[in-house]
């Protein structure tokens, strides 16, 4: 198993981001069969103030790069995932259209 963590800001208005908190609390069942049949086994989000932080447990086999391939073929993921982006912002060095940055393991006790 691998794990990633990966980094995304919200738009800093507090009626915004419990919008954005509200569409999690009931993720759409489309979005967690995305989500799991990509071969994640665990995810959660953290937030503090706008700033997000994704923790994603994943099978060995797992690819950022397939994932992508599905999403782009799921219509409701897509749908989604353009309605997220009202409440996303790139992070400063993010590509064109890039939402979730990779963040780099610096440290880490035990395991």
């Known amino acids: 198993m691998k794990r990633y963590v990966l980094a995304l800001d919200l738009v800093d208005q507090p ?3 419990e919008e954005y908190e509200a569409y999690h609390r009931s993720v759409w069942p489309e979005i967690q069969d995305s989500i799991v049949n990509a071969g994640i086994h665990h995810m959660a989000i953290y937030r503090y103030g706008h700033r997000l932080m994704m923790l994603m447990d994943v099978s060995d086999d797992f690819s950022f790069e397939q994932k992508a391939k599905a999403d782009g073929n799921n219509e409701r993921v897509q749908e989604w995932e353009q309605l997220m982006w ?9 590509k064109p259209g890039e939402k979730w940055v990779l963040m780099d393991k610096i440290f880490e006790l035990g395991g």
């Open 15 to 17: 009626d915004l981001i």
């Open 86 to 94: 009202k409440y996303q912002v790139a992070l400063p060095g993010a």
